[in-house]
């Protein structure tokens, strides 16, 4: 099972940018979709995006389309979301997370058909003026 540590986060302004990482460590990291989920208190955790086990496909949720890019560098067991135009609503404390299966797919991912076998710390991100 691969453990997970998210970096990154921080307090910003609305527009700013900001880039999350998340270091996998104890197991076969490049067979696995690897996904971001955010979370506010009192609210569910929801999916933000995912990327294919080899980097080459991605899945965003509709809010954050456009604006956040999901990547991987699997020789150092590491997957990025680069935060753009982040808005307030963008603040919550963010999840990396290892699917369930091997060489699953992203959108599966996104639409929760396959699970997820490992969970990072989180890393809080605030965006305020």
């Known amino acids: 099972q691969v453990q997970l540590v998210e970096s990154g986060g921080g307090s910003v302004q609305p527009g700013d940018s900001l880039t999350l990482s998340c270091a996998g460590s104890?197991?076969?990291?490049?067979?696995?979709?690897m996904g971001w989920f955010r979370q506010d208190p009192g609210k569910e955790r929801t999916f933000v995006a995912a990327?294919?086990?080899?980097?080459?496909?991605?899945y965003y949720a509709e809010a954050v389309e456009g604006r956040f890019t999901c990547s991987r560098d699997n020789a150092k067991n590491t997957v990025y979301l680069q935060m753009n135009s982040l808005k307030p609503e963008d603040t919550a404390v963010y999840y990396c997370a290892a699917d369930r299966y091997p060489f699953g797919t992203p959108h599966a991912m996104g639409r929760g058909s396959t699970g997820v076998s490992s969970w990072g710390q989180g890393t809080r991100v605030t965006v305020s003026s």
């Open positions: 104890g197991g076969t990291f490049s067979r696995y979709v």
């Open positions: 990327i294919s086990w080899n980097g080459k496909s991605a």
